[in-house]
């Protein structure tokens, strides 16, 4: 009924954004388009065009973990210190941390997500293994642009508490970022210093 009104519409988009990131504080979910279609249902929206993007999701998310979670600080902390010693192990493959680790709305279910790069995916392989890593090798798509989309190799594992997935770029991959799922653009990649910062 008041569809033409843009004052109630932006309501209407920020109650599902908060609605969205409830779901995913709640119920562990870390897909965008998974929360934004179970906020919608709950609230019984249905025109798409009231749908908030993936950013207006995440501010929200950010902003549940700092009203509602406590600890989320030192979880943050802990995810990303176990982040810096994989760095340190992997530092010869030049690592990059991604994701909501990076970001900061990561919780204790979330991924820890690193680039790496090497011409030889064996050689992370048998690096990991020779530190007792023993990781599932499975592969990722990856987006550079609408029509630019391959294939990369990863190795899931489990570092102290935590999952981690390795996605193993060529040596030149550090040179164009692919893109990030939250907001289409060239995803935020941090080094070794950076995340050393993060911790201070």
Do not use: W
């Not at 843009?6 to 920020?14: D, K, L, V």
């Not at 998310?61 to 760095?87: I, N, P, S």
């Not at 060529?170 to 799922?181: D, F, V, Y």
Request: charged share 20%.
């Amino acid at each position: 009924m008041h569809s033409h009104r843009p004052s109630h519409n932006a309501e209407i988009t920020r109650m599902l954004a908060v609605e969205a990131a409830r779901i995913m504080a709640e119920q562990s979910i870390h897909e965008f388009t998974t929360a934004k279609r179970k906020a919608a249902e709950r609230l019984r929206i249905r025109d798409p065009k009231l749908l908030p993007d993936n950013i207006e999701i995440e501010a929200a998310l950010l902003e549940h973990r700092r009203l509602f979670h406590q600890d989320h600080q030192g979880v943050l902390h802990e995810l990303r210190a176990c982040t810096l010693k994989l760095m340190q192990l992997l530092h010869a493959y030049q690592p990059h941390l991604v994701g909501s680790v990076l970001s900061g709305s990561a919780d204790q279910y979330s991924e820890i997500c690193l680039h790496v790069f090497s011409d030889a995916p064996e050689a992370v392989l048998l690096h990991l293994l020779e530190h007792r890593i023993h990781a599932q090798h499975a592969e990722k798509k990856i987006h550079y642009s609408s029509d630019r989309i391959v294939t990369a190799p990863c190795f899931k594992f489990i570092a102290g508490n935590y999952p981690v997935e390795l996605v193993v770029f060529t040596a030149h991959g550090l040179r164009q970022a692919p893109l990030n799922p939250v907001d289409h653009r060239p995803m935020p990649r941090a080094n070794m210093q950076i995340v050393q910062n993060l911790l201070k």
